[in-house]
């Protein structure tokens, strides 16, 4: 017997592992679970996957779903893990809670380098796994350094076609190959959900604002956000807009909506806020946009490749400077939104859809960016980034790099190239440790 386990975070990725059972990416399977866990910073005030409109028209592609919030309790799925030495009691917990019983377990995570995945990897330590990725951040690097008793069990990698020509860097430490869910598949499944949610704009082809609630992140303060969803509406109006759908994120405060509807009565535009918690997707349906405006959301990418919206971007320089430390994981979403989508302050770009760069310089960039954030995972990046940073390094481009973290790996740009050795001379670098130790010897 055979049992396949899917785990799911979001709606979105419950629908892309809907489209790759569609298309035959799996193979059969005597069982199929759903797992479902609500990653949310308070679960009990935000509704879960199998919770949201539109769930039921995909739960027939699983036997069972089970959620992982009540599996584990009281602990939150992004921050438990099991202990090392109780992995073997947890699996003979979940095999009988389950029903698993003997059977041959495979694995479907997301984000496999944090919890919750990567706890569930750790307890079915003999099971095979595949990740898919619902977003962006596939196309970059893996965020830490995996435990090869996990790394080295990942075959394959599932990713939607969200930026044709750019393949996922994620997981290629580990010879993973990356294999495409049709994008015909999943707009497919996606059309199923189109007539969910109560209370939704229909159509009238309005302007559509993505709210992201990125304050929650840390990224941006609460006050910086509400001027950014101004920025967006203020951008649209100025285009022409006069009826503006805004997407509330489903944790985001009042506050924010509250503050848009003023700014839309003094611009005389009809603003409709949707707190439903539906997909993008189903808005761009429903009310087929005009426009679709966000900072650096995936369904501005969906709006794009999938449904040929004209899309615009709004705020990613900042964002750019404020992402801590260099290797956060939305460093490479971020890139490739401000790298690949009109600026809404650029009317010009934003009427004519003028693409930033093409796909052969948008590789080149998320690689080098990619090697920038983990150099010691992906070694062979260093030529393509050199040769990026040594042909392509202007007033522009800086804003994808740091000053401090392109000097610490001795790249073009900050150090001169007769000193470029000095990183990969290991006497060097034992020689500088040793002259650090004994300044803070004398300090002491």
């Known amino acids: 017997m055979s049992t396949q386990i899917f785990l799911a975070s979001t709606l979105y990725g419950t629908a892309t592992l809907a489209a790759a059972l569609d298309s035959g990416c799996f193979d059969a399977a005597d069982r199929r679970i759903l797992l479902v866990s609500n990653n949310a910073a308070t679960p009990e005030t935000t509704p879960s996957v199998d919770r949201m409109p539109g769930f039921e028209r995909l739960r027939d592609r699983f036997d069972d779903v089970v959620s992982w919030n009540e599996t584990i309790f009281p602990f939150h799925p992004s921050g438990w893990s099991p202990r090392l030495g109780d992995v073997p009691m947890w699996e003979r917990h979940l095999r009988l809670a389950w029903d698993i019983g003997d059977d041959d377990v495979a694995l479907v995570v997301e984000s496999l380098q944090v919890h919750p995945a990567l706890g569930v990897a750790q307890i079915f330590t003999d099971a095979p796994l595949t990740v898919y990725a619902d977003g962006l951040m596939s196309y970059g690097p893996t965020r830490t350094k995996l435990d090869p008793l996990v790394g080295g069990r990942v075959e394959r990698l599932l990713h939607l076609d969200l930026v044709p020509g750019l393949t996922p860097l994620l ?28 209370g939704l704009p229909e159509s009238g082809e309005p302007a559509l604002l993505l709210g992201q609630y990125l304050s929650a992140l840390g990224v941006l303060s609460a006050d910086e956000e509400e001027d950014l969803h101004v920025r967006m ?32 009565e003094r611009l005389g535009v009809d603003l409709a806020v949707v707190e ?42 900042t964002l750019l400077d404020r992402l801590t430390p260099y290797e956060n994981s939305n460093r490479v979403p971020v890139t490739i939104a401000d790298a690949l989508l009109p600026d809404l302050a650029d009317p010009a770009a934003v009427t004519e859809q003028r693409p930033g ?48 973290r392109i000097a ?17 001379n ?13 300044k803070r010897a004398v300090r002491r």
């Open 276 to 317: 439903t918690p539906v997909l993008a997707e189903v808005l761009f349906q429903r009310t087929r946009p005009a426009l679709v405006v966000g900072c650096f959301s995936t369904a501005l990418l969906t709006a794009s490749a999938l449904y040929g919206l004209p899309v615009a971007r709004v705020g990613t320089e």
């Open 171 to 198: 997981l290629t430490e580990f010879g993973v190959e990356p294999e495409i869910v049709p994008s015909g598949r999943f707009t497919a499944v996606l059309a199923e959900l189109a007539d969910t949610g109560d």
């Open 426 to 438: 290991a006497t060097v670098r034992r020689v500088a440790r040793r002259a650090r130790y004994l």
């Open 233 to 264: 509406l203020t951008g649209v109006a100025g285009l022409g807009h006069t009826r503006v759908v805004f997407k509330a994120h489903p944790t985001a405060p009042a506050r924010f909506t509250r503050t848009l509807e003023r700014e839309a």
């Open 357 to 404: 760069i093409d796909a052969a310089a948008l590789t080149e960039l998320v690689r080098t960016v990619g090697y920038a954030m983990q150099a010691k995972l992906y070694p062979e990046l260093r030529p393509t980034a050199e040769k990026y940073l040594s042909t392509r390094l202007d007033a522009r481009t800086w804003r994808y790099f740091k000053r401090r």
């Open 408 to 424: 610490s790996l001795a790249l073009p740009g900050v150090v001169p190239s007769q000193l470029a050795f000095i990183p990969r």
